[in-house]
């Protein structure tokens, strides 16, 4: 049973209101709906209703499950921080995590450092005191190094 949860996490939907997900809807309905019949009229000049119907359905849907889906989130963790642990495992024995700091912008980024090779690997941006407790809180984490 622990092998079929573990294949199914690997096939993983996104949600329709994640970052890539919902611009993919929105450009299908968009190329249905408003460029494909206006091509057709340029070409033809007969204005295929049908055509802009499909792609306002497919709009109107996309709004509708995006609604639901943003207030089935509210009051949660935001749907990336849910499988982040699991997508970017951290082990403290063979990683130490580390906080990288740019002298010139004071961009930092939480991630971790492989103690073998020295590989970076980024996780998450810090933009504020409440980032770099949900990266604790996410990894489990009491103690981080800065690099500069």
Wanted: proline share 3%; charged share 25%; with cysteine.
């Amino acid at each position: 049973m622990k092998k079929i949860n573990e294949s199914m996490s690997k096939f993983r939907m996104p949600k329709i209101n994640s970052v890539h997900f919902g611009a993919k809807w929105i450009a299908i309905s968009l190329v249905i709906g408003l460029l494909l019949p206006a091509v057709i009229w340029i070409i033809t000049g007969v204005f295929y209703w049908g055509l802009s119907i499909i792609g306002g359905i497919i709009l109107t849907g996309f709004i509708i499950v995006f609604s639901i889906e943003m207030n089935q989130d509210f009051g949660r963790k935001p749907y990336y921080e849910r499988y982040l642990s699991e997508d970017i495992p951290f082990d403290s024995d063979k990683q130490t995590a580390v906080i990288r700091c740019s002298i010139c912008t004071g961009e930092q980024i939480a991630g971790f450092r492989n103690k073998e090779d020295g590989h970076f690997t980024e996780v998450m941006l810090i933009r504020n005191a409440r980032d770099l407790a949900k990266f604790k809180e996410i990894y489990k984490i009491t103690e981080i190094k800065k690099e500069y």
